[in-house]
């Protein structure tokens, strides 16, 4: 699923793809996975809205979580990912990456 999505959208994986983070993030700040989401063409969301397509949740997630849930019981296509599912999605794109199966030269991370 994950090579049929990148060749989907010619290596722009995340451009219709609309992040919300909620909870204590372990592995990074919560700044440092916006900036990884923004440089590969995504969108960060502070809170749920109809267009949010992933929940990434850390450690005691707050009310978003709530809203998520309700948001997929009303029928919207939205994934509530863990925090190890967002780095291991992460690190499947990284690996394509290295592959050179997919180009991508934006990402800048903050210090």
Excluded: C, W
Excluded at 50 to 58: A, I
Excluded at 67 to 86: D, N, T
């Amino acid at each position: 699923m994950f090579n049929r999505l990148v060749q989907k959208r010619g290596g722009k994986l995340l451009e219709n793809e609309y992040f919300v983070f909620t909870g204590t993030l372990t592995t990074m700040t919560r700044k440092q996975a916006q900036a990884i989401i923004s440089g590969l063409e995504g969108h960060n969301q502070s809170s749920v809205t109809k267009k949010t397509t992933r929940l990434v949740t850390g450690y005691s997630p707050s009310r978003k979580l709530t809203e998520a849930e309700q948001a997929i019981e009303l029928g919207q296509p939205l994934i509530i990912m863990s925090e190890k599912e967002f780095v291991d999605f992460l690190a499947q794109f990284f690996q394509l990456l290295s592959k050179g199966s997919v180009s991508y030269t934006h990402l800048t991370l903050p210090t």
